[in-house]
């Protein structure tokens, strides 16, 4: 259905604007009216910009506004925090989302927004509006908001939702935050050494041509090197980019997931690093979940699509069937020896107070704390290596350029 901008004064004269959606300009004129609004202007808001290639191309289009224009997930998170402000002012939800209209800078947003209010409008609940919008509100968004309509405490639960929305955000702004200086100088190394060899090695090499004596060992392959670089350096770049693709499009098979999650929890330097994230993530979502009136089983659905790790996911449905025969949360999950023997402990201990979902979100804050400090003490780590791994290379450069000026001077005494 074409969604429609407008701006419009009401009874009282003060403007008013917004977008709402209708089969056309005269029905949304005419549903403006039924709300005591009069437009002054209206048109029709843009949804998709397509470009089609050929003449007579039928279906191939390109759209270029939902590329640059999709929703992330800080704007998701701020919606959240702005929404349950104004619900917990006690505005209706309604009312809260068409204020929360004009202060929407994204489109796409904007309009996903204005079409959720409207179906709540025509009657169906908030989670039943969201459910059309899967890839802008995780299942996990969906199913505590659906918690908290049924509980009357939906205010309550936007308000953990951009709690928990926010935590996750800061824990993944760290880690890039962490990553950042190590990536940056890897790129400009390597950009640097390859600038190195394909232009600069070869003209002060090309000296050695005209010196008619043996060259030694290291400066022969540094030339041959440099001169494979400097001649097929696009089939370094195509063969770099080949095996992009095809890591790309194997991890997206069923096999290659597995692979992919079962090296992560393997591989030395990242395994332990792996475990404790989605331990972390395992522990707020499941304590946020519980918390909000979701049954723990229900619940545990919910996390192993959230999780991150097949593997893990694979461990959680196992717990499933394990806990609907009676057994307990803790127990169910040490099967696997994938969580660690203390997480165990503290899900036992808080199943036994009754107070799982208070254990789980301490869980998650001492795993997410490990996993901070751990990405630091390895980028403290890799700066040395990097300067030390980039000291060597140059150094073998020079000394490699370097052998038969010293041999030749050598000779001439």
Same mark, same amino acid.
């Given at each position: 259905?074409?969604?429609?901008?407008?701006a419009?004064?009401d009874?009282?004269g003060?403007?008013? *604007?917004?977008i #709402?959606d209708?089969d056309?300009?005269?029905?949304?004129?005419?549903k403006?009216?039924?709300?005591?609004?009069?437009?002054t202007?209206?048109?029709?808001a843009?949804d998709?910009?397509?470009?089609?290639?050929?003449?007579?191309?039928?279906?191939?289009?390109?759209n270029?506004?939902?590329?640059f224009?999709?929703?992330?997930s800080?704007?998701?998170?701020?919606?959240?925090? $702005?929404?349950?402000?104004?619900?917990?002012?006690?505005?209706?939800?309604?009312t809260?989302?068409?204020?929360?209209?004009?202060?929407t800078?994204?489109?796409?947003?904007? $309009?996903?927004?204005?079409?959720?209010?409207?179906?709540i409008?025509?009657?169906?609940?908030f989670a039943?509006?969201?459910?059309?919008?899967?890839?802008?509100?995780?299942?996990?968004? @969906?199913?505590?908001?659906?918690?908290?309509e049924? *509980?009357?405490a @939906?205010?309550i639960?936007?308000?953990?939702l951009?709690d928990?929305?926010?935590?996750?955000?800061?824990?993944?702004?760290?880690?890039?935050?962490?990553?950042?200086?190590?990536v940056?100088?890897?790129?400009?190394?390597?950009?640097v050494?390859?600038?190195?060899?394909?232009?600069?090695?070869?003209?002060?090499?090309?000296i050695?041509?005209?010196?008619?004596?043996t060259?030694?060992?290291?400066t022969l392959?540094?030339?041959?090197?440099? *001169?494979f670089i400097?001649k097929?350096?696009?089939?370094i770049?195509?063969?770099f980019?080949?095996i992009i693709?095809?890591?790309?499009?194997?991890v997206?098979?069923?096999?290659?997931?597995?692979t992919?999650d079962?090296?992560l929890?393997?591989?030395?330097?990242t395994?332990?690093?792996?475990?404790k994230l989605?331990v972390?993530r395992?522990?707020?979502?499941?304590g946020s979940l519980? !918390?909000?009136?979701?049954?723990?089983?229900?619940?545990?659905?919910?996390?192993?699509?959230?999780?991150?790790?097949?593997?893990?996911?694979?461990? #959680?449905? !196992?717990? @499933?069937?394990?806990?609907?025969?009676?057994?307990g949360l803790?127990?169910a999950l040490s099967?696997?020896e994938?969580?660690?023997?203390?997480?165990?402990q503290? #899900? $036992?201990?808080g199943?036994?107070?009754?107070?799982l979902?208070? &254990?789980? *979100?301490? #869980?998650a804050?001492i795993?997410?704390?490990e996993v901070?400090?751990?990405i630091?003490?390895?980028?403290s &780590?890799?700066?040395?290596v &990097?300067?030390?791994t980039?000291?060597?290379l140059?150094?073998?450069v020079?000394?490699?350029?370097l052998?038969? @000026?010293?041999? &030749?001077n050598?000779?001439?005494?």
């Amino acid at each position: 259905m074409p969604v429609f901008e407008y701006a419009a004064f009401d009874q009282k004269g003060k403007n008013r *604007s917004g977008i #709402i959606d209708a089969d056309s300009a005269t029905d949304a004129r005419q549903k403006l009216k039924t709300k005591h609004l009069y437009p002054t202007s209206l048109k029709e808001a843009p949804d998709h910009m397509k470009t089609t290639t050929g003449a007579g191309s039928k279906g191939f289009t390109l759209n270029i506004q939902s590329f640059f224009k999709r929703v992330k997930s800080s704007e998701v998170t701020i919606m959240t925090r $702005q929404l349950a402000t104004l619900v917990g002012a006690g505005l209706p939800l309604v009312t809260a989302l068409s204020s929360l209209l004009p202060q929407t800078p994204n489109p796409a947003f904007k $309009q996903t927004l204005a079409q959720i209010k409207d179906s709540i409008v025509e009657g169906n609940s908030f989670a039943k509006a969201l459910e059309q919008y899967p890839k802008i509100f995780s299942e996990l968004f @969906i199913n505590m908001v659906r918690a908290g309509e049924a *509980s009357g405490a @939906i205010e309550i639960v936007l308000d953990r939702l951009a709690d928990l929305s926010e935590k996750q955000q800061e824990l993944k702004g760290r880690i890039r935050s962490a990553l950042a200086y190590p990536v940056f100088m890897l790129f400009l190394g390597c950009a640097v050494m390859f600038v190195l060899m394909a232009y600069i090695v070869p003209n002060i090499t090309s000296i050695f041509d005209d010196m008619g004596q043996t060259l030694p060992g290291p400066t022969l392959f540094l030339i041959a090197l440099s *001169s494979f670089i400097e001649k097929f350096w696009w089939v370094i770049l195509l063969f770099f980019a080949l095996i992009i693709i095809i890591l790309r499009q194997a991890v997206k098979t069923e096999k290659g997931k597995y692979t992919k999650d079962r090296m992560l929890l393997t591989f030395p330097l990242t395994g332990t690093l792996a475990q404790k994230l989605a331990v972390a993530r395992f522990g707020r979502t499941l304590g946020s979940l519980i !918390e909000n009136g979701v049954l723990l089983i229900p619940a545990l659905g919910i996390v192993k699509n959230v999780v991150g790790n097949v593997l893990i996911a694979d461990l #959680i449905d !196992e717990a @499933i069937e394990d806990i609907g025969k009676g057994e307990g949360l803790g127990n169910a999950l040490s099967k696997g020896e994938i969580f660690p023997p203390i997480s165990i402990q503290m #899900i $036992q201990v808080g199943e036994q107070s009754g107070e799982l979902e208070k &254990m789980l *979100s301490k #869980i998650a804050d001492i795993y997410e704390t490990e996993v901070e400090s751990s990405i630091l003490a390895m980028t403290s &780590m890799l700066e040395p290596v &990097m300067i030390l791994t980039m000291g060597v290379l140059m150094g073998f450069v020079v000394i490699s350029i370097l052998l038969p @000026i010293v041999e &030749m001077n050598q000779l001439v005494k």
